[in-house]
């Protein structure tokens, strides 16, 4: 069998989101989750953490969410990871471009609190099924 | 575990928390927006505005607020426009601007702290959720299994294969959500499979789809299978095109397109209100509040059907329901009247006009649902019958022709890329002189569920004629075009094709073009059909794309 799914890091500028996504991923989910505000900061930090599933806000100031993922796969730690994109466009192309730079799947925002932690579980047993 | 209404709870102190900052946010998006210059494009300062209000888009709906989202969505689409041009906004673009702000200032001033219920139905419906993409093959003879494995990749299913029951029963355990194809009989057990399916199903509070594959044909045994579930009881040899067929059935629980419903009512408080409860109710909905302006709207959106006030300033209900019926696009489109009217002469008068029915004012929530909901379904149905071939279910010649005509003019008026492609399978005459023509409906079939899997649900399929397809992709330049085309090419060359007990492989050949090159959709069609026409005489099995034509006045040189 694979490895169960437990850590999760979460790289999202809106602090708003920030809290209900812990909430939905802490408490519903069981996972557990350490959150980033900024591209740079997730650099920074998640080699310490070891996540082994990464949440990508699309849009961040500074840096967006494809550059932070072309950086993280320069860290040859990350060099595999899932990493799930989250973001308000879903436009079917786009999805395909994100797909195109190595992300395992797109979540559409806004996403459903309720649902969320059963969508990263989905997306974490099919890369491993 | 978790306490359901301790998270509810904290849900609900989140969303208030979300609130009380909305009117915050507002003022910095307004801030942001009285900041920019009008004399010159700000790069930064546009960027910033923008990310605002997508944060909006993004966040709205998750806190139970689905119209802030809305709402937000189309201003930044609006905004997106306007910074692909990298021009500061002009006098007309500042006005809609304004209108877009004030909207946004509508929905949040309105925003209420959502209830619980309201969070709840915010959720997607369980099958957006669980979207079923993956088959259980259980089948002891191993090349078989593979077999089935690698067919059934070609239609994008994932595939998981068992050779044993044990095996099979543990997997079952962390998979609520397969299709499973059973073979009936095991080593040592005739029944083995059914037996099998019979245990798992009597653990399950919802069936599992399973499709039985057999070696014999007995009344008995399909009694067996129906009692486990069976939904479709297959014998050896297997029709891959007939078991992809039921597949396809079990699996289209994909959220169908919302369907598109136009409101045309002056008063702009009830518009939002009716909007919201359609949209809650999953359609799509645009609104209109100045009758004079519902031209636009209405062709760019192709509504399914049109609810209308009967009272307007400027145009009334039932003049404009005259207008929209002499549009040859929206001769057959429902329109139903919303007035406070009760007046029975005064209906009859309108549906004479063209309404198709009229809804008397108030209307409760569930009401209006489930009338615009039941005259949508009809409606599209006996569109379906015109605009529908009965062979593949595909687009037909004149629907996939029309639709290019306004694809065209929507790509030309967002500045977008669009491909259109023609594709014809080869030496089709020889398929059907040899092994007849209920083969080769086969062939046409499994070809025109290949296109509809493959391609994205916004490409559009059309039946182009005898064993001619036409795809239209918008959002997608020449280049890409080609790339997906011609791994749908490669998989379609290996897809294997049963006549006879024999097997037999068909290909295809397949002309692009790109409407950057070819600006009409005459001219694009005739691009696309003449690339196909290389594609042919170069061999066939391949795609090719039609260069731009030579710039006129290249003879001087």
């Known amino acids: 069998m694979t490895d169960k799914l437990t850590r999760i890091l979460y790289v999202e500028d809106e602090p708003d989101i920030q809290t209900v996504a812990r909430l939905a991923l802490e408490t519903l989910g069981g996972f557990t989750v350490e959150i980033c505000s900024s591209g740079n900061e997730a650099l920074a930090r998640a080699p310490a953490f070891d996540p082994q599933l990464i949440l990508l806000d699309v849009m961040m100031p500074v840096m967006d969410g494809p550059t932070t993922l072309g950086k993280l796969r320069e860290l040859p730690q990350f060099a595999f990871t899932p990493v799930v994109f989250m973001t308000a466009k879903v436009q079917p192309g786009e999805v395909a471009g994100y797909k195109d730079i190595s992300a395992v799947d797109v979540i559409p925002k806004p996403f459903d609190p309720m649902t969320l932690s059963g969508q990263v579980q989905a997306i974490w047993d099919r890369c491993h099924g | 575990m978790v306490d359901p209404a301790g998270l509810q709870a904290k849900l609900k102190a989140m969303s208030d928390d979300y609130a009380a900052k909305l009117p915050e946010k507002l003022g910095q998006i307004e801030r942001a927006w009285e900041q920019l210059p009008e004399d010159r494009w700000d790069d930064e300062g546009f960027e910033t505005l923008h990310r605002m209000v997508h944060s909006l888009t993004g966040s709205g709906k998750t806190f139970g607020f689905a119209l802030l989202s809305d709402v937000a969505r189309n201003f930044e689409e609006y905004l997106k426009q306007i910074m692909q041009a990298r021009a500061a906004p002009d006098e007309d673009q500042r006005k809609h601007i304004r209108i877009f702000m004030s909207e946004l200032r509508q929905v949040v001033m309105q925003t209420k702290v959502p209830n619980q219920t309201e969070l709840i139905v915010a959720a997607p419906r369980a099958n957006e959720v669980a979207r079923c993409n993956c088959i259980f093959v259980v089948e002891d003879d191993p090349d078989f299994a593979e077999l089935l494995k690698v067919q059934l990749s070609y239609f994008g299913y994932e595939v998981g294969v068992f050779g044993d029951l044990p095996e099979f029963r543990r997997a079952m355990q962390f998979r609520p959500d397969v299709v499973v194809l059973m073979d009936v009989t095991f080593p040592g057990s005739k029944l083995g499979g059914i037996e099998a399916m019979k245990e798992i199903q ?25 009692r486990a579930g069976g939904i479709a009881y297959l014998s050896k040899p297997i029709n891959i095109g007939n078991l992809i067929d039921h597949i396809d059935t079990l699996t289209s629980t994909l959220p169908p397109v919302p369907y598109r419903i136009l409101i045309v009512d002056n008063s702009e408080a009830l518009t939002s209100y009716y909007a919201a ?5 999953g359609m799509a909905v645009r609104t209109v509040n100045n009758p004079l302006d519902v031209m636009a709207p209405l062709l760019e959106f192709m509504p399914d059907l049109i609810l209308a006030d009967v009272y307007m300033p400027g145009c009334n209900g039932m003049e404009l329901a005259k207008v929209i019926r002499q549009l040859d696009a929206f001769v057959s489109i429902p329109i139903v009247f919303l007035s406070a009217e009760d007046d029975l002469d005064k209906q009859l008068f309108a549906m004479g006009l063209g309404a198709d029915d009229f809804l008397t004012k108030p209307i409760q929530p569930q009401h209006l649902v489930s009338s615009v909901l039941s005259r949508v379904r009809r409606s599209l149905k006996l569109r379906s019958f015109m605009v529908r071939d009965s062979l593949t279910g595909l687009l037909n010649h004149t629907a996939i022709k029309d639709q290019l005509d306004r694809e065209v003019a929507q790509a030309k008026r967002r500045g977008t890329p669009l491909s259109f492609a023609m594709v014809d399978i080869d030496h089709f005459k020889q398929v059907n002189d040899t092994y007849g023509h209920p083969v080769g409906d086969r062939v046409i079939k499994s070809l025109s569920r290949l296109l509809k899997q493959r391609l994205r649900e916004m490409d559009m399929v059309g039946r182009y004629g005898g064993e001619e397809f036409a795809v239209i992709m918008s959002n997608t330049d020449g280049a890409t075009a080609v790339k997906v085309l011609d791994a749908i090419r490669e998989d379609f060359s290996q897809l294997r094709h049963l006549a006879d007990g024999k097997e037999f492989a068909a290909t295809f050949s397949c002309g692009v073009a790109d409407v950057s090159c070819f600006c009409d959709a005459t001219k694009l069609c005739d691009a696309a059909d003449k690339a196909l026409y ?18 006129s006045g290249a003879n001087f040189v």
């Open chain 2, 202 to 226: 009597r653990e399950r509070n919802v069936p599992v789809p399973v499709i039985f594959l057999a070696a014999h044909d007995e009344f008995p045994m399909r009694l067996e299978a129906v």
């Open chain 2, 277 to 281: 409860v359609l949209e809650q109710a």
């Open chain 2, 534 to 551: 290389r594609a042919k005489h170069a061999g066939r099995n391949q795609v090719m794309q039609m260069d731009a034509p030579a710039v």
